[in-house]
């Protein structure tokens, strides 16, 4: 295959592309470990959660939509329960109030946010600051 566009620079690549794993985890709540990429108008989270983990009821402003990638558990929304196991998507509205119970396998999730989640730009920007990023 002929390939016409010149690559990118690795300024331009750096830019542009970030591994996950590389973004220093951050803990939003006890048993839980994220890595949170943000752009301009949306938020990616990688989640890895603990089993047995609950997650308190809340909300935010943000749209948000759950991607479950492996082990599973009861999301809560808006007092009724969603079981939801790997490859479910859940999408929780704007302000809607929400939390989870995880099973004893644990739960893994990427989530988008939209708009991004300021609280957890907030906390990223405070771990990097203690390992001197």
Known sequence: MERKEPRA??????KRVVRYEDVPPISPFPG???????GEKL???????????????????????????????????????????KGD????????PHGTYVS??????????CPPRYDYIEKLEAVKKSLGK
């Open 9 to 14: 620079t690795r300024e331009e690549y750096d």
């Open 32 to 38: 839980a470990s994220v890595h949170f990429i943000t």
């Open 43 to 85: 938020s990616v989270i990688f989640s890895t959660i603990e089993p047995n983990v609950k997650i308190p009821v809340h909300q935010h402003e943000a749209e948000q939509i759950m991607i479950v990638i492996d082990g599973a558990g009861d999301q809560i929304s808006d007092g009724k329960l969603y079981h939801l196991e």
């Open 89 to 96: 998507v859940f999408i929780a509205a704007s302000n809607v």
């Open 104 to 113: 004893d396998k644990g739960l893994k999730l990427i989530e988008v946010f």
